[in-house]
């Protein structure tokens, strides 16, 4: 997202900026079947060090992350959205959750009060941070109602990452389904 500022206003823009992370799905692919062993490459992206698990979330990851870009691209308050939430603010709900999160949610044992917060403050503060430098670059106008948008967004995208169906249904899909969604209904 920090380059999309620097790509053309083009029709080709979005899908050229798109293959960067497609590159990751080609990868995730490739190193999830087995095609090709890279082990330090699913140590850093899976929790088990089991490479079939580059096929599920990072892959889901690579996907959304492509999908959005170009689809959504640098004028949509939705791609703010749904990248911020993703990358973000899944990121530091994980990473805080882990080290703080003694107090899990009483719907979700797998969740915790101090991750589903991380989650909706990153994401919603990122998403903040992007809105004012898109608008940097004349792409989007600051306005409080975008504010308010990126708010419920990151709200309601937290709420179902905590909800106890992310583990059936991985969160790399429906953090950035609910981004777009909300975000849909408020931008």
């Not at 580059?54 to 992350?65: N, V």
């Not at 791609?79 to 990473?95: E, P, R, S």
């Not at 179902?160 to 953090?175: F, G, Q, R």
Request: net charge neutral; proline share 4%; charged share 10%.
């Amino acid at each position: 997202m920090l380059f999309w500022p620097m790509f053309s206003g083009g029709g080709w823009a979005p899908l050229l900026a798109a293959v960067t992370p497609g590159i990751n799905i080609l990868r995730m692919l490739i190193f999830g079947l087995g095609i090709q062993r890279n082990d330090a490459v699913v140590k850093s992206m899976s929790r088990y060090g089991d490479y079939r698990e580059l096929l599920r979330g990072p892959l889901y990851y690579a996907c959304t992350l492509t999908l959005t870009t170009a689809v959504f691209w640098r004028t949509s308050p939705i791609a703010i959205a749904a990248t911020c939430n993703l990358c973000a603010g899944d990121g530091f709900a994980d990473i805080v959750g882990r080290r703080f999160g003694s107090q899990k949610l009483p719907y979700n044992h797998n969740k915790s009060c101090a991750g589903s917060i991380a989650m909706a403050s990153a994401g919603f503060i990122a998403s903040i941070g992007f809105m004012h430098y898109f608008s940097l670059f004349g792409l989007v106008v600051e306005s409080w109602g975008l504010v308010l948008g990126f708010l419920l967004t990151s709200l309601a995208s937290a709420v179902v990452e905590s909800l106890p169906i992310s583990t059936e249904v991985d969160d790399n899909l429906t953090v950035t389904l609910t981004s777009v969604l909300v975000g849909s209904l408020v931008f």
